[in-house]
């Protein structure tokens, strides 16, 4: 992403919004391992959080893994649409899910990263703004991945 919209999207956030800048991660669910792809989450969500961010993982939206396929997008593009970037995983174009992420994300102007070099010059972009006192208020996963609300 260029650098402008990196300073636009920094400065929107900055004046409009105290708390952290919250990333949606999109990837590959359906059809992996289950524990394959809470490692795989869990591992981008430290990574993100590590730069600044406050996170909404999707293995920890849905409370129960036998949702069916649409009921659990409803859920996770409901955190989706209030976060203020996605982050794209490297596994996303092997994911119908992950590509409707991205298409309504596109369409709603929030801004879509596929590399993380984006997503810290972000970070330093905001960092000033980022308050760690304010914690994203979707919640956060226990060990299993499980949702629990904050």
């Known amino acids: ?9 920094s400065k929107h956030y900055q004046m409009n919004n105290p708390r952290k800048l919250c ?16 490692l795989k989450f869990h591992h ?3 990574a993100l959080e590590s730069m600044g961010f406050d996170v909404a993982n999707p293995m920890c939206l849905v409370k129960d893994f036998r949702t069916p396929w649409d009921a659990a997008m409803r859920t996770c593009v409901g955190e989706l649409v209030k976060c203020h970037a996605v982050f794209m995983l490297p596994c996303w ?5 992950a590509k409707i992420e991205k298409q309504i994300a596109e369409s709603l102007n929030i801004p879509v990263f596929t590399e993380t070099e984006d997503l810290k010059r972000l970070a330093k972009t905001c960092q000033h703004a980022c308050s ?11 060990k299993m991945g499980y949702h629990e609300t904050t």
């Not at 174009?93 to 899910?97: A, E, I, P, T, V």
């Open 93 to 97: 174009q092997n994911s119908r899910g």
């Open 44 to 46: 981008w969500q430290i």
């Open 1 to 9: 992403m260029p650098l402008p919209k990196l300073m636009n999207l």
């Open 23 to 38: 990333i949606y991660i999109a990837g590959k669910v359906t059809g992996e391992k289950l524990i394959d792809c809470h």
């Open 132 to 142: 760690p006192a304010d914690k994203y208020k979707g919640g956060k996963c226990d």
